[in-house]
Structures are given as C-alpha cells and as structure tokens.
Nanobody
Framework: QVQLVESGGGLVQPGGSLTLSCAAS????????MGWYRQAPGKQRELVGT??????NYADSVKGRFTISSDHGKKTVYLQMNSLKPEDTAVYYC???????????????WGQGTQVTVSS
C-alpha cells in the first residue's frame, strides 16, 4: 500500500538543470532514509545520494552539482541537478525505507523511475 511516485524527468542540454520529485503515499508510520539511484543503459544501478534526518550523502560523481532535500510534511524528496552532463543520462529511481506501523519492520520501496536525458 506504499507508493513512491517520481516526476520531473525530461530532456535537457548539457550544462542545464532539472529537479526531480518523489512523493511517498499510503500506509506510512515513519520514513527513515530516502534517496536517489540511477541506471544508465547497459550499466548497473548506482547510488546518487541519500538523505536522513541529520545527514546527506552523495556519490563522488555528483558532488557539488546535485542537491537532495526533503519535505517531511509532504513525504517528498527532491533531487536538484545542476551542470548536467551527458553521462548523467539515466533512469532515476527514488528509494525510501518505510515502516507501516510502530511495530512494523522497515521495508525498502522503489519508484517506477523517471528518464533523464542530457543531450544537445
């Protein structure tokens, strides 16, 4: 009953910017970490970055260009991407560790993915 829905992907020229959003809905008691991953054609899915209540981490390849933020009230995480490069082209996936109840275990949930294409 938990869903993660991403939005904001598209086509952008090198050097441009995009912002992705991911909203969680359904039976949610608490959200631990939320994050973004990406998968380019022919490559494995890789971590872009994660955010918790007190920490944010980024892959070296995006440090200084990408920013993750979250709105706990809206159960939404954002990925602001600046200075985009062709090698950032990938399907971007949202991920969240969510507990459905006080005594429920935490499960990992994934969004459906949104395509980001960086090309002139």
């Amino acid at each position: 009953q938990v869903q993660l829905v991403e939005s904001g992907g598209g086509l952008v020229q090198p050097g441009g910017s995009l912002t992705l959003s991911c909203a969680a809905s359904g039976r949610i008691f608490s959200i631990n970490a939320m994050g973004w991953y990406r998968q380019a054609p022919g490559k494995q899915r890789e971590l872009v970055g994660t955010i918790t209540s007190d920490n944010t981490n980024y892959a070296d390849s995006v440090k200084g260009r990408f920013t993750i933020s979250s709105d706990h009230g809206k159960k939404t995480v954002y990925l602001q991407m600046n200075s985009l490069k062709p090698e950032d082209t990938a399907v971007y996936y949202c991920n969240a560790g969510i507990r459905a109840g006080l005594r429920s275990p935490q499960y990992d949930y994934w969004g459906q993915g949104t395509q980001v294409t960086v090309s002139s």
